[in-house]
């Protein structure tokens, strides 16, 4: 759970590590593992971890041999490994290993006499062992998510050593997340020629694994044979920042309810506090100073200004088996319910015609009228569960007894198995009622208590099947049997069948006349009919009505169940890891953070995701079409009223299972294409929109997937790119095709590009791209965060292009690398889309934010010359799901995040793990510096600044990093002084000065931290040096070259040990040519997830 190399790496997603692996070392031995040896406090263990559990980058060969020589490694001889290498390997597949490091030992972590070392620490049975890096190159990221090299000797060896030379009988890997997970070839069914699977062997595996994360948890539970034991999130709390916001909302509110002729000059007192506060960067106003706002540009103001005050934030860093502090326990669970109550209140009075227009308008009235309420009635529940009575929720809904129990009736019909589930369920419930009349009571003597005999079918069953297919509709019955992958042969005689039953019901019906009678139901009707079960068919109106008395009702009664899951999950987590080992059964749940689906907690539990083929699902889709028409409505008020003519979209796969694919439902809408459910509710068909039901243009569309959703829902990217196809080849069209116009266009670029006539014509419609190589991420953030390595943001565009080139889209072209298609298919692009569901990031805490839209919204500019709009999808409110601009959402992030007091002291309660999560936050703001420079200002790094070198709060920062993590503010420091190297931050000479003295005060009072951003950066450690008097510059200069230099040049150490440097080509294969990432070696992640191994001993060993 080292991620990223160097002292300040630390983490695991939102624990306190150490603590956490403390805890857990503590809690096996209290059941009575034997854990000899282990210190007395968590602090002395993370001394350890440190001294003898490190994998440092190449380049600190220095730091190298000194934890060679005193950090006791594990040293693997040739035979042992070889001897490993050919039980656990094929012989093909170490060849990769040969090919691409060498003979063992290879030059990494060797030894002068020809041994390994592997990095461990040992306490009686349990062994605690760094991840080692998984692969070669200088992108860090795509070491940790997946090269497409075999993984080098240290990596293999730890994991053979665990399971030939320590013979583990459990394997835990610790904190979200490793990179056994990314390692290369086959991303399903697994066989022996996959690293994954070799590796763990047949050790029973567990996987410690963030609740919020529930995407990449499935690829560890698909690549790793993983259980799952989820773990909480950090807690949640208010930002606390409304009272720095008080005086503009004053000033609002006085304009709200001013006479017409005072109008303007109260928008102007408003105007003048937006531009001194920066909100109109963050909103893109003007800043003018005697032009005064409109109506619209006030509400936009109120409208941030409260939901900064109102945004949820996350508070102290979780550490496993501690319970949330009472007081975050209440703030979680007001995070938790709250905002469900009040939404659905304000549904509720929006059908009832109660809602003004105002509310919807004006964000501070929801919160007066709506939010504050439920609050109350929250913090009354909390001190009083048993005051959640159908009698409360009546009266907090405004219902009767009569209309809470008609929305009961709906929401369980709506809920109730559909289809052909529905059917099957019923029949198989007549034929029991059936069988026991005909038998008494319990099972017939001709059947076991398992079912039929041989798998046949009961005659109960048999006639209610006949009954329903007499009934149906031919079209209907055809296309269920298709749907139930009926063979040819069958669909023909099933065709004849109907066909003499109809000519036979005609012959019938004519002899007959008109008898009166009603008509018989048909299809799917007539097939719940004969089962005694018709469907109920509910107004629109309806349905909204009980969706929302049912939120109401359901937060109302869980808030006492909420308040005890989140107390309890932390003996929880334990007690199923203990049960676990001893072969005891997980129980299973769904993933997301808490706000976003309770159904989350208690954790401890192995997560589970969703039916792929059933996505976009009826939710989604409706989501997705009103996100959809929200991203056209704000496009057009951004430029002139024109829509857009090509929206990309990033797919992840924590989202698409959380949301159910709520933003591919956004991209077929976009296209004008909606889907096709089957019998069993499967979406496996499309049909056009009506251009004129639709509206509009068809818009066009281009996609990225990552790995993980490519892994989990291939079938959906084929999807895609069908609907693609269908609107560009729609005929007839009210309006613009802007779908076909595009395919001509990108024929045409390509044929330009030298792609042949017939290549281009077929490649003219890819719209769906992802990693080459089967790799999970775009591969670039090792690149831009190693500044000294390009000097044009066309380099990291074009290495982009590089590694997000592959096409998936077809069976047929499955990986292909197309990079000139992806090229053609990013022109005319205007709107970036990313989804956002988790309410434990952003757009700045989470660096996968910025490679993959960053690294869109790069690559779109380099290829079109035009720098598209950015919206986020913001998923994570439930019942108020959005679009937001970038820099706005960047804007909420800082000023209530890493700006804000109550949310640094909530992380200044925590350790190293805290102050990492810090410094990667101000990284990602980098990061973002260099993809999207408009959503990065000045002013920004001006308060950065303020906050961590000035300490403008006056909260001791300096000290608490100092005392916990030297190495994280060695990284804010660093990365500041880049940005302004870089020529992204115009920073004054006083504040170079200030900054450069404080970086360098910390590496000559705790030495290098060895990290990736300044370890291996001449250039910055130039220009940091050069900011500084000669004294302190040649002191800093003696340090860096200390932790670089291998003693003796690499001659022999005391000990007989030496350190080469490991260096390796490019690892994107076809593309290595292209790719900019060369260079050095970035040699390790450093315990990117700590592996735990345990030697549980046997029954009838002492434990």
């Given at each position: 759970y080292y991620k990223g190399p160097g002292q300040n790496a630390l983490t695991a997603a939102g624990m306190e590590v150490v603590p956490s692996l403390y805890n857990l070392l503590v809690r096996m031995k209290q059941e009575g593992?034997?854990?000899?040896?282990?210190?007395?406090?968590?602090?002395?263990?993370?001394?350890?971890i440190q001294a003898q559990g490190a994998v440092f980058n190449s380049y600190a060969e220095g730091a190298f041999n000194d934890f060679m020589q005193k950090g006791h490694p594990e040293l693997i001889t040739k035979d042992q490994y070889e001897s490993w290498v050919k039980e656990s390997l094929r012989p093909e597949k170490y060849q990769e290993v040969v090919d691409a490091f060498g003979e063992f030992p290879g030059n990494y972590m060797a030894t002068n006499d020809g041994k390994l070392g592997i990095a461990r620490l040992q306490f009686g049975n349990v062994v605690l062992m760094p991840q080692n890096a998984a692969g070669s190159g200088d992108n860090s990221f795509q070491v940790i998510h997946g090269t497409n090299m075999a993984p080098p000797h240290t990596y293999i060896a730890s994991y053979l050593w665990m399971q030939h030379g320590f013979k583990a009988d459990a394997l835990i890997h610790f904190g979200t997340h490793g990179s056994l997970e990314f390692t290369p070839r086959k991303q399903v069914a697994l066989c022996s020629n996959d690293w994954p699977d070799r590796l763990v062997g047949a050790v029973p595996h567990f996987y410690i694994y963030s609740i919020g994360n529930v995407g990449e948890g499935m690829m560890a539970k698909r690549r790793s044979y993983a259980t799952i034991q989820s773990y909480l999130t950090?807690?949640?709390?208010?930002?606390?920042?409304?009272?720095?916001?008080?005086?503009?909302?004053?000033?609002?509110?006085?304009?709200?309810?001013?006479?017409?002729?005072?109008?303007?000059?109260?928008?102007?007192?408003?105007?003048?506090?937006?531009?001194?506060?920066?909100i109109h960067r963050d909103l893109g106003l003007d800043s003018i100073a005697n032009k005064p706002y409109t109506e619209d540009e006030i509400a936009r103001v109120e409208n941030f200004a409260e939901e900064l005050a109102t945004e949820k934030i996350t508070g102290q860093l979780y550490t496993m088996g501690v319970p949330y502090e009472a007081e975050r326990i209440t703030s979680s669970v007001y995070a938790m319910a709250t905002e469900p109550i009040a939404y659905s209140l304000l549904a509720l009075d929006k059908q009832r015609g109660k809602a003004t227009d105002a509310v919807s308008k004006h964000r501070s009235l929801f919160t007066q009228q709506y939010l504050t309420p439920a609050r109350h009635l929250v913090e009354k529940l909390l001190a009083n569960p048993a005051l959640a009575t159908d009698e409360l929720i009546c009266r907090t809904a405004g219902i009767t007894a009569q209309e809470l129990a008609k929305a009961r009736q709906i929401e369980a019909d709506r809920n109730a198995p559909k289809g052909m589930m529905a059917m099957m369920m019923a029949a198989s419930a007549k034929s029991e009622q059936s069988d026991e009349k005909k038998a008494g009571k319990g099972h017939p003597a001709s059947v076991s208590k398992e079912g039929s005999p041989h798998g046949q079918m009961p005659e109960s069953m048999k006639e209610a099947m006949k009954k329903m297919g007499a009934n149906m509709d031919p079209e209907k019955a055809m296309e269920m049997a298709k749907s139930m992958g009926a063979s040819p042969e069958a669909l023909k005689k099933m065709e004849a069948g109907m066909k003499a039953n109809k000519e036979k019901a005609a012959g019938s019906s004519d002899k007959q006349g008109n008898s009166g009678k009603q008509e018989k139901p048909?299809?799917?009707?007539?097939?719940?009919?004969?089962?005694?079960k018709a469907p109920k068919e509910y107004s629109k109106e309806e349905i909204e009505l009980a969706l929302a008395i049912a939120e109401v009702e359901r937060t109302i009664k869980n808030v006492g169940n909420y308040k005890n899951a989140l107390l309890t999950s932390p003996e929880e987590e334990l007690s199923s890891l203990m049960n676990a080992l001893k072969g005891g059964y997980t129980a299973p749940t769904p993933g997301g953070d808490p706000i976003a689906n309770p159904n989350a907690l208690p954790t401890g539990r192995n997560m589970y995701a969703i039916n792929a083929e059933a996505t976009p699902t009826e939710s989604a889709w409706e989501k997705g079409i009103a996100l959809a028409k929200q991203t056209i409505d704000t496009y057009k008020q951004r430029h002139n009223d024109s829509i857009p003519r090509k929206v990309s979209y990033t797919l992840w796969s924590s989202e698409f299972i959380e949301t159910g694919g709520a933003t591919i439902a956004q991209v077929l809408y976009m296209l004008g294409v909606e889907p096709v459910r089957d019998a069993f509710g499967r979406v496996s068909d499309l049909k056009l929109i009506p251009s004129a039901e639709l509206g509009r243009p068809r818009i066009d569309v281009v996609v990225q997937t990552s790995g993980q959703l490519r892994d989990i829902a291939a079938s959906r990217l084929f999807l895609i790119n069908r609907a693609v196809e269908m609107a560009a080849a729609a005929k007839d069209d009210k309006f613009e095709n802007q779908v076909a116009a595009s395919v001509v266009e990108a024929e045409r670029a390509l044929t330009e590009k030298g792609v042949s006539p017939k290549d281009a014509r077929e490649m003219a419609s890819f719209r769906v791209?992802?990693?080459?190589?089967?790799?999970?991420?775009?591969?670039?953030?090792?690149?831009v965060e190693s500044g000294d390595r390009w000097e044009s943001e066309s380099e990291i565009a074009d290495t982009y292009l590089n590694n997000m080139g592959a096409f998936y889209g077809d069976e047929k072209h499955w990986e292909v690398f197309q990079k000139f298609a992806f090229e053609a298919a990013l022109n005319s692009t205007d709107v970036v889309v990313q989804p956002r569901q988790s309410n434990t990031w952003g757009a700045l805490s989470l660096d996968h934010v910025y490679e993959f839209m960053g690294g869109m919204n790069l690559a779109v500019r380099n290829v079109t010359g035009k720098d598209p709009d950015a919206y986020l999808s913001d998923y994570r409110n439930r019942n108020n799901m959005k679009m937001q601009e970038l820099k706005e959402a960047v804007g909420v992030e800082s000023r209530t995040t890493i700006l804000n007091p109550t949310y640094i002291k909530e992380k200044m309660k925590g350790g190293a793990s805290a102050a990492s999560e810090v410094a990667q936050t101000v990284t990602n703001t980098y990061g973002w510096n260099v993809m999207k420079p408009a959503a990065i200002d000045k002013e920004l790094w001006d308060n950065i600044y303020d906050v961590y070198v000035k300490d403008e709060y006056k909260l001791n920062v300096k000290d608490f990093f100092e005392k916990q993590n030297p190495a994280a503010l060695q990284e804010v420091t660093a990365v500041m002084m880049e940005t302004a190297r870089k020529g992204y931050w115009k920073a004054s000479p006083e504040q170079l000065s200030n900054i450069a003295k404080l970086h360098t005060d910390l590496v000559r009072q705790f030495g290098p931290s060895g990290s990736g951003f300044t370890g291996d950066n001449a250039k910055l450690q130039q220009f940091i040096a050069s900011q500084v008097d000669a004294q302190t510059a040649a002191n800093y200069n003696k340090e860096l070259k200390q932790m670089k230099q291998a003693t003796l040049d690499g001659e022999a150490t005391k000990g007989g040990m030496v350190l080469k440097k490991q260096s390796s080509d490019a690892v994107q294969g076809a593309?290595?040519?292209?790719?900019?990432?060369?260079?050095?070696?970035?040699a390790g992640i450093v315990l990117v997830a700590f592996v735990v191994m345990l030697l549980i001993l046997k029954k009838k060993r002492k434990k």
């Open positions: 593992y034997n854990i000899s040896g282990l210190p007395a406090n968590a602090e002395e263990l993370g001394k350890m950090p807690p949640f709390l208010e930002s606390s920042v409304r009272g720095i916001y008080r005086e503009l909302m004053e000033k609002i509110k006085i304009y709200n309810n001013s006479h017409k002729e005072n109008k303007d000059q109260e928008s102007l007192a408003v105007k003048t506090l937006t531009v001194k506060m920066g048909q299809g799917m009707a007539a097939m719940m009919a004969a089962m005694g791209f992802g990693g080459a190589n089967g790799m999970y991420g775009t591969g670039i953030q090792g690149m593309q290595e040519e292209q790719n900019s990432l060369n260079g050095g070696l970035i």
